[in-house]
């Protein structure tokens, strides 16, 4: 059972005796406080140690056991509660018997438009690897397209820039550290996109001490090298 003191929500023992509670409710607002008597959204925690714990009722954790889920949806008039989104924690493998053996995946889904069939987008795997259209990546980083149409790409867009000065977007590689080994550069002439575009690539010069220029190639299919 329970009482209230103001907005905190006093919990009681089976002796009616109240027990200490952090538990608070706005009624003005529709909003609940845990840890904290002014909350400011609908659900608000705070805590020295603040957190949510999603836990499946099993005692042992198998392969494919779902740990926990975060759930988006909204309500439509004409088909009822959808979820169009969701963020499930699964266990990719048993768990082992001690302490830090617990491999385990986070998954992201979503909805596309036209369908309310909610697909698997994204996972970040037990190794750390991400996975963007397949559920078992083999790298750092896998982009697999599934649609057929050709999407499995990564497009990198640079900010427009002062006509002052070329614009430029880069992929950088990296051994590690503050430098880079190697780079691969596009660049538009004034900042402006499609004008006189060119890509270049650049490897790390020891005698240089630097990254320098080792190729370019121009819009019109000129290659230069040196």
Known sequence: ??????????????????????????TTNDRIGIGIDSPQKLLHLRGADTGIYLTPTENTIEDGDQLGNVYFGGYDTDDGWKVGAQIRGEASASWGSHANDAP???????SPDGDDAIAQRMVINRTGY???????????????????AGLGVIRID?????TSRDSETALI??????????KIYANGTNGEYGKDPYMRFALHNEALAG????????????????
Not at 9 to 15: E, P, Q, T, W
Not at 104 to 110: A, D, G, K, P
């Open 130 to 148: 991400v996975g963007i259209g397949t559920s078992s990546p083999a790298s750092m980083l896998e982009i697999h397209d599934t649609s057929g």
């Open 173 to 182: 590689m990296s051994p590690g550290g503050s430098g880079y080994d190697a």
């Open 211 to 226: 990254v320098v220029d080792v190729m370019t190639l121009e819009s019109g299919g000129n290659v230069g090298i040196g």
């Open 1 to 26: 059972t329970f009482s209230a003191t103001g907005n905190k929500i006093n919990l009681m023992n089976d002796s009616g005796v109240i027990q200490a509670s952090n538990f608070y409710i706005d």
């Open 158 to 162: 640079g900010e427009s820039v002062s």
């Open 104 to 110: 385990t995946e986070l998954q992201f889904w979503t």
